[in-house]
């Protein structure tokens, strides 16, 4: 096969050119980061797992009628998605408590709050991530409010998905981020979930123990990644038990 063209190179995430217009292939990294890629690591499988995972509710959401950029997977470690423009912003769902709203709110990390928060941040690792209001998206012009009515939507029809199939194989969803990105149809956009969802970006508790399922056990040394995130497959049933190799991660700096 022919060498294809690499676009971009993100922390977790490789995109090619696609093999048609309009399309790009998606191939999911081992390699974990945190607080920034202040925090580095391998971790073998992981990117397996989070092909697997992002497919398997990306595709749930699509048959929900919420828009995705997913077409299909490919391989163990690459799915082939729509050519979006993605809004600079990081869409933040909160249920419960934690992270950054604990730190921010003084909070305790896994208090339920009375509705679910949409937060957004404007998406720059050189500034981190800032919390952005509103006001600022508009002003900046990165989204307009059409645009917003339609993330909010979007950002809430998704939480209410994973919400109930999490909690159907005893998991609770307390937080998630995901992207938004613009797909142009002749003269109409709409707007579509692009990116990755994935136990990287969520927030994900055991409801009878309160481990955690997700990247915090990488962010906090909670154990390994690769079977926190291999408990999560499994009770989605999106794998079959023992499937991927279970290794410990490797520091690469
Ligand atoms: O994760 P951290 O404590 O730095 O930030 P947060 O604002 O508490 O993150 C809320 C949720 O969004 C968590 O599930 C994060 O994993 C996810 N997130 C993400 O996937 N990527 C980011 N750049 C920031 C947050």
């Known amino acids: 096969m022919a060498r294809r063209k690499k676009i971009y190179e993100g922390k977790a995430k490789i995109l090619y050119e696609g093999p048609e217009p309009g399309t790009i292939v998606q191939y999911f990294k081992d390699d974990a980061t945190a607080y920034n890629a202040q925090k580095k690591a391998v971790i073998e499988g992981k990117g397996v797992l989070n092909n697997r995972l992002s497919e398997f509710f990306m595709t749930g959401l699509g048959q929900i009628g919420v828009p995705t950029h997913f077409i299909r997977r490919l391989n163990m470690r690459e799915q082939l998605v729509r050519s979006v423009e993605i809004i600079p912003l990081e869409v933040i ?37 800032p919390l952005v209001t509103e006001e600022h998206i508009a002003a900046f012009g990165w989204a307009s409010q059409q645009d917003m009515d339609d993330i909010l939507s979007l950002a809430l029809r998704v939480n209410d998905f994973m919400s109930g199939l999490l909690l159907g194989v005893g998991i609770r969803l307390i937080d998630f981020k995901i992207e938004v990105g613009r797909v142009f149809e002749g003269d109409f956009q709409r707007l579509v979930i692009a990116d990755e969802i994935s136990p990287d970006s969520c927030r994900l508790w055991d409801i009878e123990t309160g481990a955690k399922l997700d990247k915090d056990v990488f962010r906090r040394d909670l154990g390994n990644l ?13 794998m079959p038990k023992n499937a991927t190799p279970i290794t410990k991660p490797t520091l690469i700096n």
Not at 106 to 123: A, D, F, H, M, S
Not at 226 to 238: I, N, S
Request: glycine share 10%; with cysteine.
């Open 93 to 129: 769902v909160r249920n419960y408590a934690a992270g950054t709203m604990s730190q921010r709110l003084g909070l305790e990390e896994g208090t339920q709050l009375p509705r679910p928060i949409v937060e957004y941040c404007y998406k720059d690792d050189s500034l981190g991530d």
């Open 226 to 238: 690769a079977d926190a995130y291999t408990e999560v497959a499994t009770r989605l049933g999106v």
